[in-house]
């Protein structure tokens, strides 16, 4: 038996899938077009926070050079249409195979070290790749950008499918980023996520009963580096160019803050923290020029009263209100995380 | 033969092929570049007295607080568009070295109640937090000063013989500001009550709450230090950069770089490390450009950091 816990979380997420698949009909009833477009960057980026999550709330390593990878899924798809004059899926499996290269390779140096200084590292390691981009103009276009015309995705003789289209291209985009999310959901449940809870929760035990932690770390690194060049080839798809200033470490910044301001450590947090900042910015600065002052009130708003996210304050609540008289749910409480230390007001 | 031959022509002409006026046109070029190289490793060095007195303050609040202060830059961008605007009413330089350093000494005191405060001890929230800050001192400075860069003339404008160079008085002076700030924090740190104090909250605190020392009021105290030294450091790097709502976001990664090489928490190395980054960068500036200076000090970053991650200067470590 189900508790009423989850039956109202099941419900909210159903809700929550029918209203991303009827965003293409519902949003221009009462809004115009541009609101379906800001619903897939809400989607791509909310993939690039579900990467700092994956990294900080499930394995307790804070990334702030994930915008390396974005900049390279860009990157690996606009170069690969451009330059080599690839096909939709060629070029889509060139920035997957791009990402998942280089994370390996950074993650062999980048996760020897943990915490802060596994902070600095990967800010120093994406900031190298930034400068490289912004100087390598010929390959990059520096931080003009270079752009690229979209070619078909499926083409049988007349008919062709292209993400030219609105509709397809959203629909392409919840696609994607709803696999990325199923699938990072699934690997959370598999042993390898149990693993790597482990290894967030106390490192020295989780080595100490035979867990490779290194080879954990890494393999979240690899999948997380997936993750977000995945978010960045759609970004790319979705603005049709690359540019090198969206490697600058502030975009790593602004993922690690919607994670935190959803709620690290839960699957949906990435995107209620990603949706709630981005609606906000969009919706203000049509009424005021420096929107962005009221949204960085909010964001310290948001973390001095809900220092667990907004996901983590709404699953608080929920179990204050109906979660007491629930007898399926675990009696024992579960051993405060790394992330949950680092986000308790300790003393 | 004719091998013999053309050896001998070769080394005559050897002989008469580097002329006396030709080799003084090589030596002085060399002095031009050896020249250059100089200038711009003192420029380097001043520029990181400069990222000391910031990366300083950046330490002392991480240290202390344990805050990652992602709006330090900012700060540090506060104090010279304060230069700007007092400059510009008052015409008094001098009048802005004085007091923008107390504005940032009030306004860090402000903060930390409003914001630090509540989110006390929690690293990863007080990224958050100062990443909002960050935000609204960007776009506050943008709503009220402007978005076009602006310019300060340096307030003495004369040069100096430094060796072989003609060199700015103001940088030099400039590094000796940043010079006295460094030396009187420091000896504020270890000769008074207070910098006592900071120190043993620093090391223990749960032992210095419990032998009476005031340990909110430490915490207030310390992050207004340290937005202090930012924004005395703007007010220092003002007539040398652009005054520009969008220079903290530049010098932030270079200030935690400094902190991470000197070691974490350990206040003198911050201070060797800026100036030693400076310095580097600034040689290498000689020879290609910038950004590449910069790609070569990130990489020395990041093998310092895979080598030695506890930072370069332990024994400087108290």
């Known amino acids: 038996m189900t508790s009423r816990v989850d039956r109202i979380n099941r419900g909210l997420a159903i809700a929550l899938g029918l209203f991303f698949v009827a965003v293409p009909w519902l949003l221009p009833l009462f809004a115009s077009n541009f609101w379906v477009n800001v619903t897939a960057e809400i989607l791509i980026w909310s993939l690039l926070a579900a990467s700092v999550n994956l990294l900080f709330g499930y394995v307790g390593l804070l990334s702030f050079g994930q915008a390396l990878f974005f900049g390279l899924g860009m990157y690996g798809v606009t170069i690969g249409v451009a330059k080599f004059g690839l096909g939709f899926w060629p070029a889509f499996g060139l920035e997957i195979g791009v990402s998942v290269l280089m994370s390996f390779v950074i993650g062999i140096f980048a996760v020897r070290l943990t915490w802060h200084y596994f902070a600095i590292i990967t800010v120093v390691f994406s900031q190298i790749f930034y400068f490289l981009a912004l100087t390598w103009k010929s390959v990059t276009g520096g931080d003009d950008g270079m752009s690229f015309s979209m070619p078909p995705m499926l083409s049988v003789g007349e008919f062709e499918i292209s993400l030219t289209d609105q509709t397809y291209q959203y629909f392409f985009i919840l696609v994607v980023v709803a696999l990325s999310f199923y699938l990072k959901y699934r690997l959370l449940q598999s042993p390898l996520g149990k693993a790597l809870i482990a290894v967030r929760e106390n490192d020295a035990r989780a080595e100490l009963i035979g867990l490779n932690v290194y080879g954990l770390r890494l393999t979240a690194f690899v999948i997380a580096g997936f993750l977000t060049g995945t978010a960045g080839a759609l970004f790319a798809f979705l603005g049709r160019y690359a540019s090198a200033s969206y490697m600058f470490y502030q975009v790593s910044g602004e993922g690690v803050v919607w994670t935190i301001i959803g709620g690290a450590g839960t699957l949906l947090g990435p995107v209620v923290g990603t949706g709630l900042l981005i609606i906000l910015r969009e919706e203000l600065s049509t009424y005021w020029e420096y929107s962005l002052i009221p949204v960085g009130v909010i964001v310290i708003l948001a973390v001095i009263f809900a220092p667990k996210g907004i996901v983590g304050l709404y699953n608080d609540l929920l179990e204050r209100w109906f979660g007491a008289d629930d007898e399926s749910r675990p009696v024992s409480r579960p051993q405060p995380s790394e992330p949950a230390r680092l986000l308790s007001r300790g003393e | ?318």
């Open chain 2, 1 to 318: 033969m004719v091998a013999e031959y053309s050896d001998s022509r070769l080394r005559k002409s050897g002989d008469r092929g580097v002329s006396e006026v030709e080799k003084k046109i090589i030596q002085g070029g060399l002095r031009v570049v050896s020249n250059l190289v100089f200038a711009l490793a003192v420029n380097g060095i001043v520029w990181g007295l400069i990222v000391a007195l910031i990366a300083l303050g950046l330490s002392v609040i991480f240290g202390l607080l344990d805050i990652i202060n992602i709006a330090h830059g900012d700060f540090f961008m506060v104090g010279t568009v304060l230069a700007w605007v007092i400059f510009e009413a008052t015409g008094n330089f001098w009048l802005a070295l004085l007091i923008v350093p107390l504005i940032g000494l009030v306004l860090g005191g402000v903060v930390e109640r409003l914001v630090i405060h509540p989110i006390k001890n929690a690293a990863a929230l007080s990224i958050v937090a100062t990443f909002g800050l960050s935000i609204i001192l960007q776009e506050g400075v943008r709503a009220t000063f402007g978005a076009a860069p602006k310019r300060i003339l340096p307030p003495i404008q004369g040069t100096v013989e430094l060796f072989d160079i003609e060199y700015d008085q103001y940088r030099l002076l400039a590094a000796a500001i940043s010079v006295v700030a460094i030396a009187s924090f420091f000896l504020f740190l270890h000769r008074t009550k207070f910098g006592t104090w900071m120190r043993a909250v620093r090391q223990d605190r749960e032992s210095a709450i419990t032998m009476g020392i005031p340990a909110q009021r430490v915490f207030t105290l310390t992050f207004a230090l340290g937005t202090a030294l930012a924004t005395l450091g703007g007010v220092v790097a003002a007539p040398i950069t652009t005054v520009d709502f969008r220079t903290g976001v530049d010098i932030l990664p270079f200030s935690f770089m400094a902190v991470i090489i000197g070691g974490l928490g350990n206040l003198p190395g911050t201070a060797a490390a800026a100036v030693l980054l400076a310095f580097l960068e600034g040689i290498i500036t000689g020879f290609t450009d910038p950004t590449v200076a910069r790609i070569a000090s990130l990489c020395l970053m990041s093998a310092v950091l895979m080598v030695r991650s506890q930072g370069l200067f332990t024994g400087l470590a108290k």
